[in-house]
Structures are given as structure tokens and as C-alpha cells.
């Protein structure tokens, strides 16, 4: 996401850079630069405009005149003011209610019914509550059916009644929910068009019913500035508490998110990474500001391995590293939990510093795949003793995973210098 826009901004930010001091003259062509990339990013113009006259005014002010690395100072103004667009602090989600009630709304195809089930992982997960899936689709296809597979590969409970009244049903889920003590109920409605006046008039009926904590309105990022009269839409009517930007891994500029907080004041609290059931993240805005200017996001990658790796397990193949014993039973387990991370190439993107060539670099799955298989084919003696592993082992291991010799004694020397180089390394030797 914000790749070409990052790209742009990032070409700006070297320019400044290179300057020994800051003028009104350079810092037009730097600004000019910044106009057209987010203009092109589908940022609404008056959002760029003022953004634009922010970054320039504060850029030939006194502080950054005084200071010994303007660019730096450049840097660091752009960033600030970028936070600000994408709303400054984090707005978090209401989870003290007993139970917390969640509404989500949102246009038809925006990827609402698939955002409430990676919505109540994420709650489930993160937040340590226990969500109710509650069906008041009743109007499209087999969107009950869809709520009740995604409640089954979650173990997330749905409560439906079918085709009924929405309201009715919202209700008695609320009722069934304090009944059964759950503590967070997210009510999946039918998508719509925000002028479409009857149906915009049943989601004030629920809203009115229920008195929900929360009411989130689901937005396709691909919609672009459209966004924003979507967003207002359903804000007039419903007063909003805040926005998921959904497909924010595909081909899209980015305008939206960069224009919602400004021009609606509805804040963004999540946004969809991907299709899989742990594709959502909470929306920071310091956090989106940094990777768009290509300074990395440490922080999202330590939380999101927080989330999915086995510590016990990391620590047992971290200690065998230190002492030289790391085997090709260690590096299959190291690699299971790398995979759980995603695809390598989002991580290499949150690192700071990374060259562009390096986040440009595709690792392609099958790769890894390759290797397991490798190992897999191995007995448990091989793995934990690859010493073992003469000419006609390794033609069996080839064989048996269907790769060749070279690679199996590729993956075998690659171990051997990772356990040589955790020596040196133990040793206070670093093997560079």
C-alpha cells in the first residue's frame, strides 16, 4: 500500500536533503514535487493544498533556518504533518461495555461480512473478549451462510434467525448475548447504497433499538476520493465512531486514507492488509506515516510476531543458535514460525533503513516450501545429525522431495555456516 506515493515522497524528501540550507526557492520545487505525488495518490486537492501551504510555512520558519541539518528538520515536518492528516493519536476501540456493542455498516461488495469475522478474531485475540457474530444480512444471498463459515473457522458463535426483522433480531441478540455473558456482540448488517433512503432508515431503526457503542462503516480503499461522500453519507444519518479501510493490500493510491480524517473527522481504527482471517490491523497514524516515507514500522512487526510466534519455541531455537548446536530440526522450526509472519517481502518493507532494492525483492513461497520438503524427506536422526548426510542419504532425501542434490547440499551448507558464524559471534568474534 502507498507505494508510489511513498516513492514519490521519499524522491522529495532526498532532494531536501542535499541542501545546505533551506530557501523559499528550493523548498517550491521540493513542495511542487509533494503537490503532484499526492495529487496522484488521489489525495482530495483541497486536503494537498493546505497540506502543502502546512509543510512550506513551517519549513521556512526560524527553527528550521537555526538548525544545522535543515533537511533533517524537513524531515521530520513532513512526517508531523502527515500524522496530523491521517489523524494524529490513535483512536481506540470501545471495549468497556458489558457487552460492548459493535454495528457495522457499509456500501454492498465492501468486504463488510469478512471484516466483522477478522474483526472479532482480532478481539478475541488481542483483547482477550469473548464476540457474538450477530446476522442481520437478511436481504443478500447466503450472507447468513457466509457469516455462519467464517464463525465456524473462527469456533466464534453466530446467532441468526434467518430471514426476519433486523431490528428484532439485533435485539434478542443483545438479550441472548448478557444472557450467555459474552462481552462483545458485532452486528453484521446489509450492505447499501448511502442514498438509498428505506435502508438507511432500517440501520436508524437498529441504531435506535440497541444504542450501540460503536457504529463502523466499512470502505473499499479502491473507491478513491468516492470515499468521502460515501463516508458523509452514512455519517449524516448515523453519526459514525469511526472507519475500516478494507483492500488496502491491492492496487490502490492511497487517497483515502489520507483525506477521511480531514475531511469527515470520522477516524480510521482499522485497516485490511489482506484476505486471510488475521488480515486486519489497527490503524496508527504515526506508524502509516513513517512507512509511507519509508522509514520502516519496527513496532507493528514486534506485535504482530508478538502475536503469532511461539516464544518457548523461539527461545529453545535462539539458545541452541548461541551454543553452536542449531540443526536442521531447529531451522525447519525457525522456518514455521517466519511463514506465520506472512509474505517476507511486507516485513522487509517495515524494517527502517532497508535499501529500496532490498524492499523490491519478491521472495517467492515456493522457495521455502522447497526447503521444508528437504527436511521433511530427512529422518529425525538427519536432521538433528546432518553430519551424517553422505552422497547416497542426500540422493534419497532428493528423491523424496522431489528436489535435487545441489539444493539439499545447499540447505545443508547454509546450516553449517549459521551454526559457524553463532560461534564466532558467542565468541565476541563477528564473522565480518
Partial sequence: ????????????????????????????????????ALLEADVNYKVVK???????????GEEVAKSLKPGEMFVKILKDELVELLGG????????????????VGLQG????????????????KYKKNPLLVACDVYRPAAIDQLKQIGKELSIEVYEEGKGNPVEIAKRAISYAKENHYDYVLIDTAGRLHIDEELMEEL???????????????????????????????NDKLSLTGAILTKLDGDTRGGAALSIRHLTNVPIKFIGISEKMDGLDEFYPDRMATRILGMGDLMTMIEKAEEVIDQD???????????????????????????????????IKMIPGVPKEAKNIKVDPKDMAHIEAIILSM?????????CLKATRKQRIAAG????????????????????????????????
Avoid: C, W
Avoid at 500500500?1 to 523559499?24: D, H, P, W
Fill in 110 to 125: 465492501s468486504g463488510k461480512t469478512t471484516t466483522i469475522g477478522k474483526l472479532a478474531r482480532m478481539l478475541r485475540k
Fill in 50 to 60: 493546505e497540506f502543502v501551504n502546512n509543510v512550506k510555512e513551517k519549513a521556512l
Fill in 1 to 36: 500500500m502507498f507505494e508510489s506515493l511513498g516513492e514519490r515522497l521519499q524522491n522529495a524528501v532526498n532532494k531536501i536533503k542535499g541542501y545546505g540550507k533551506i530557501t523559499e526557492e528550493n523548498i517550491s520545487d521540493v513542495t511542487r514535487e509533494i503537490r503532484l
Fill in 401 to 432: 522431495s522431489g528436489r535435487t542434490v545441489e539444493e539439499v547440499n545447499r540447505l545443508v551448507k547454509q546450516v553449517d555456516q549459521m551454526k559457524v558464524m553463532m560461534k564466532q559471534m558467542k565468541n565476541g568474534k563477528m564473522p565480518f
Fill in 204 to 234: 436508524q431503526n437498529i441504531q435506535s433499538a440497541i444504542q450501540p457503542h460503536e457504529v463502523m462503516l466499512v470502505v473499499d480503499s479502491m473507491t478513491g476520493q468516492d470515499a468521502i461522500n460515501v463516508i458523509e453519507g452514512f
Fill in 313 to 347: 519455541e523461539a527461545m529453545k531455537s535462539a539458545k541452541r543458535m548461541q551454543e553452536g548446536k542449531f540443526d536442521l530440526e531447529d531451522f525447519l522450526s525457525t522456518l514455521k514460525q517466519i511463514k506465520k509472519l506472512g509474505p517476507l517481502e511486507n516485513l
Fill in 379 to 387: 529422518t529425525p536422526y538427519e536432521r538433528r545429525h546432518p553430519e
Fill in 89 to 104: 493519536e490513535k483512536a481506540d476501540l470501545y471495549t468497556a461495555g458489558n457487552p460492548s456493542i459493535l454495528m457495522l
